[in-house]
């Protein structure tokens, strides 16, 4: 990830500026926003004096008319950055399937014909084309 360029403007250690290059910030704008989101939780990750000295730099060179309205702060503060998976619900019955691929590996393993492991194969495709 590249430094924003504002970053070495401001009145920060190079620990500091580490710290706000890892949040994934793009302009004083957006900083200055995450700030506001949550500034409990961001001045506990920054520091009370740093982020003092932070937010009064940010406000002498974000204009005055710029947005800064609260945006969520990524994850490094606690808040996921994706979406949640959808949680799929199977509508395959697992405990045939096993019982089925089980008796088809048994067949395998054992001394049984073709035809008793054709047929063993046949159930389980048809399983899997019944629940799919």
């Known amino acids: 990830m590249t430094m ?3 970053l070495s403007a401001l009145p920060i250690t190079p620990d500091e500026t580490e710290k706000l ?5 793009d302009s004083p704008q957006h900083l200055l926003a995450m700030i506001n989101a949550a500034p409990e939780t961001f001045t506990r990750f920054f ?3 740093a982020t003092g000295r932070l937010k009064e730099a940010l406000r002498k060179i974000v204009p005055a008319d710029a947005s800064t309205d609260r945006v969520a702060p990524p994850g490094a503060l ?3 950055l994706d979406t949640p998976p959808l949680e799929v619900t199977s509508k395959v019955d697992l405990a045939r399937r096993d019982a089925l ?3 088809l590996q048994q067949l395998k393993a054992g001394r049984a014909s073709t035809r008793q492991i054709e047929d063993a194969e046949r159930a389980l495709d048809a399983f899997f084309a019944a629940s799919g």
């Open 4 to 6: 924003p360029t504002f």
């Open 21 to 25: 290059r890892g949040l994934g910030i």
């Open 47 to 49: 520091g009370a004096e």
């Open 78 to 80: 606690g808040v996921p």
């Open 101 to 103: 691929f089980d008796r």
